[in-house]
């Protein structure tokens, strides 16, 4: 079952902050947080698994609410260079695999 | 981080040709590759999970005689798109896992296929 991602789409100018949220109706043993560029591969950001942790990396960090399956990624004071669409990937326990969201495009402006 | 290659990066090829892509773990040995179709500002669908040794694991709606997938090593797995047609243009990408705790997956730089 794909997980549900939120927003679709923001913009925002550099310096501002953002949250894309990601939802399952599945319980989830981890999340899986990736950034793509158009037209390159996605890029790993981070892991979360399940227990309800949270984890940071420079100004991009993550939670997991594991009561509530969902899982949010922070971003402080964008950069131009967060620009690209993120995507959630969620493991349900002995999956071994990801299903993706569909998605969260993010704009950063000047 | 680990270092996945694909290859070619681009393709363009006639219908009903078979194209083969390649995937390459550089710098570590990959217990499982996944390979992903993804269209235009769309989502990465899984197609299937490859493990080195044994057949693929095909996603519901995949087709197994149209997609094939081999890992011949630890390092290399193939897909072939067999007699492809317009419908099958798309980008392929191919991930590695390499069985760490935590299992990070490693992304290629993905292939464009263009069926014409």
């Known amino acids: 079952q794909q997980p549900v991602q939120s927003p679709q789409a923001v913009i925002l100018r550099e310096g501002e902050d953002a949250v894309i949220n990601c939802s399952s109706s599945?319980?989830?043993?981890?999340v899986h947080w990736y950034r793509q560029k158009h037209g390159e591969a996605p890029v790993f950001l981070m892991i979360l698994l399940k227990g309800g942790e949270q984890k940071g990396h420079e100004k991009i960090s993550a939670s997991f609410n594991e009561k509530k399956q969902q899982s949010s990624l922070y971003l402080t004071a964008s950069q131009l260079s967060y620009s690209g669409t993120y995507f959630c990937?969620?493991?349900?326990?002995?999956?071994?695999?990801?299903?993706f969201g569909q998605g969260t495009r993010l704009t950063i402006n000047p | 981080g680990a270092v996945v290659s694909q290859h070619p990066s681009r393709v363009i090829c006639k219908s009903g040709t078979s194209v083969k892509i390649e995937c390459r773990s550089l710098d570590f040995q990959a217990t499982t590759m996944f390979w992903y179709r993804q269209f235009p500002k769309q989502s990465l669908m899984l197609m299937a999970t490859?493990?080195?040794?044994?057949?693929?694991?095909?996603e519901q709606g995949v087709e197994k005689d149209k997609f094939l997938i081999n890992h011949a090593s630890l390092t290399l797995s193939t897909l072939t798109v067999t007699s492809a047609h317009p419908e099958d243009s798309s980008f392929y990408i191919c991930s590695a896992f390499s069985g760490r705790v935590g299992w990070e997956q490693y992304f290629g730089p993905g292939t464009r296929l263009t069926v014409t």
């Open positions: 990937g969620t493991e349900m326990e002995g999956a071994q695999k990801l299903v």
């Open positions: 599945k319980a989830l043993y981890s």
């Open positions: 490859s493990n080195e040794g044994s057949k693929a694991t095909y």
